[in-house]
């Protein structure tokens, strides 16, 4: 999912590659990382329980994209039982209007892919601040390293529910 603009950042193109190569093992690389902090280890954690990990993307596209995983192995979200589905899209839920009320967010827009084989269930919140361009344009921004992501951390942490 790189584009041309994403190219400047050496960290996203060697992490980029990791996943392919396990990828092109047959490794479910969302598991590799949950069970060895391999690639992810060093992102900013939002909250984590048993079953959702709430992460800040460390090339976002705007202050706060954040990455949702859902722990269990499930490719994408179509293999979600009712139940699993309320839970995640709940939190999504409510991570959203965290990030409005934490960063000053116009609107949070939700993503999710997980295309190509093996891949692992996981959701993007993309948000959009004031004077921005809407819609699909914002999924085409170019990615930039993270800054002060405990600080953004904090900010949405402090403004989701206990
Ligand atoms: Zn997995």
Not at 16 to 29: D, F, H, V
Not at 99 to 104: A, D, E, M, T, V
């Amino acid at each position: 999912m790189m584009s041309a603009s994403d190219q400047h950042l050496p960290a996203y193109v060697a992490l980029s590659e990791r996943i392919a190569a396990l990828k092109a093992a047959g490794i479910c690389y969302q598991c590799h990382d949950l069970a060895t902090g391999e690639l992810f280890g060093d992102q900013t954690v939002i909250a984590d329980n048993a079953r959702i990990r709430i992460v800040l993307d460390p090339n976002p596209k705007s202050r706060g994209h954040t990455i949702v995983v859902w722990k269990p192995h499930q490719a994408d979200f179509s293999e979600l039982e009712p139940g699993e589905t309320a839970e995640l899209f709940v939190r999504c839920t409510e991570l959203a209007n965290a990030i409005k009320r934490g960063l000053g967010a116009e609107k949070v827009y939700l993503v999710t892919m997980c295309d190509g084989e093996p891949n692992h269930l996981h959701i993007r919140l993309i948000p959009r601040y004031a004077g921005e361009p809407i819609g699909s344009k914002r999924f085409v921004a170019p990615r930039s390293p993270i800054g002060n992501a405990e600080a953004t951390a904090t900010a949405i942490r402090n403004a989701l529910p206990d």
